[in-house]
């Protein structure tokens, strides 16, 4: 096996296949590849004769990379398959953040719906690997929703621990479906991560939060396939929302191991962007101070309401190596972002959108250039929060302080064609 495991804090290493998280040290682990072992492979190559192949499970975006991703026996992998989705030109949303060369990547189109499925079927078929029966994750929702999913593929029984009443309904709905067994905890996010460690430490279950090395591998593939997808040219800055931080960390660690590599020769720029009512890396990062989580974090993106992300220190390392920036963004201009991304035609759930604010923000304040090519990663897809996008669009985010400004409101007409009629030259006037 050329992968090991290694704590972020003291170094100290791990053989692969052993259930653990963590280091004795509290540090977070990662799964370290055996560069010089790769270097001798064409990978470049590799990826691109996969591309388009119909040979599973290489026809996944996530298995094409498989060597610099999860080199498992292939027995073992569960894929559904994933990834492969699309680079769209940003439009609207784009001339909104102000930016001429703005690509976005729906990640809303993985097989439920969120990037989770990307780390889910490296988590998934690590549990396979070691034999895991049982699997369980804490989750504001598409976590949930991706581990019921691959769980039923895997024949395993997955234990879903969601914030009570918090979490978008159509997370739930995929949760239930799927046939999660589905806890509702009193308490929030940051209490049901608690909770799902310890769970899993004293009752033998193998836990599939982000904390969990081989998510974070499966990730680092949106950045892999970006690349490819421009054939392997470096864009100027990549910007996404940044929660429990191991998206942003998958990411970086990915393009560390390209430029280490040699396959890209050029550091892009990596933008973290957070809610202002959970932003404790921003506070971190703009006022330097040390980290500190933030109690009863709050924003209607709930996909990033955490207020003690567990991967805040793997996730500097990339944002100091790229250069990078952290930005917060607030609910208002996280829903007036959305409302010109699904008005693009492109649409995604709310904390996507800080993806497109941050970008508007990064622009005004002069950070990012107009002319600079950014890709901006749409982390869910439109539907998994009905509610927040209808109640946006009604008027009715005024208890939340959110204001309508581009709102498209359903009209109640009367049955006539003089009505429609009236309607329709309102339009075009
Ligand atoms: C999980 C999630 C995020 C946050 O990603 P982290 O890795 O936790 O930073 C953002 N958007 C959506 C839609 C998500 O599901
Ligand atoms: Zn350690």
Redesign the pocket.
């Known amino acids: 096996m050329v992968i090991k495991l290694k704590?972020v804090?003291?170094g100290?290493e791990f053989e692969p296949f052993v259930v653990r998280y963590m280091?004795?040290?509290g540090?977070t682990l990662d799964v370290v590849h055996d560069l010089n072992v790769l270097r001798k492979i064409d990978l470049k190559r590799l990826f691109d004769e996969r591309w388009g192949t119909r040979q599973k499970p290489y026809n996944s975006g996530v298995w094409r990379y498989k060597e610099l991703i999860f080199p498992v026996e292939e027995q073992y992998i569960v894929s559904k398959p994933e990834g492969n989705t699309n680079l769209y030109e940003a439009g609207k949303a784009g001339e909104y953040a102000g930016l001429k060369n703005f690509l976005l990547k729906h990640e809303g189109e993985n097989p439920t719906c969120s990037f989770k499925d990307r780390g889910m079927t490296c988590g998934i078929t690590a549990a396979h690997r070691m034999g895991a029966k049982i699997v369980a994750c804490a989750s504001t929702g598409n976590t949930s929703a991706s581990m019921a999913a691959y769980a039923a593929c895997a024949g395993m029984i997955g234990i879903v621990f969601i914030p009570e009443g918090k979490i978008a309904y159509g997370k739930l709905t995929q949760a239930l479906a799927y046939g999660g067994k589905t806890l509702q905890i009193k308490g929030d996010f940051d209490d049901a991560m608690t909770l799902v460690q310890e769970v899993c430490d004293k009752l033998n279950i193998y836990l599939l939060n982000s904390i969990n090395p081989y998510r974070i591998e499966g990730q680092k593939a949106i950045g892999f396939e970006i690349l490819q997808q421009l054939n392997w040219e470096v864009p100027d800055w990549f910007i996404l929302p940044g929660g429990n931080l191991g998206n942003n960390t998958a990411l970086s660690k990915g393009l560390m191991e390209l430029y280490e590599l040699g396959i890209i020769t050029r550091k892009p720029r990596i933008a973290v962007i957070q809610a202002t009512g959970a932003n404790p890396l921003y506070k971190m990062w703009k006022n330097k101070t040390p980290y500190q989580r933030v109690p009863n974090a709050e924003t209607i993106a709930t996909a990033i309401k955490i207020g003690n992300p567990v991967s805040w220190k793997k996730s500097l390392r990339g944002i100091e190596w790229s250069n990078g920036v952290v930005e917060e963004v607030t609910d208002q201009e996280i829903m007036d972002a959305k409302a010109w991304v699904d008005a693009s035609g492109i649409g995604a759930e709310p904390a996507s959108c800080a993806t497109v604010a941050g970008a508007k923000k990064l622009v005004e304040k002069g950070i990012m250039h107009p002319e600079e090519k950014v890709v901006g990663i749409l982390t869910g897809h439109l539907l998994k929060d009905p509610d927040a996008t209808v109640n946006y669009h009604k008027s009715a985010l005024q208890e939340r302080g959110i204001a309508s400004h581009f709102a498209n409101a359903p009209v109640q007409i009367e049955s006539t064609l003089e009505a429609v009629k009236k309607q329709i030259s309102s339009l075009i006037s």
Do not use: A, Y
Request: with cysteine; aromatic share 0%.
């Open positions: 704590c804090d003291c100290r280091c004795d040290c540090g």
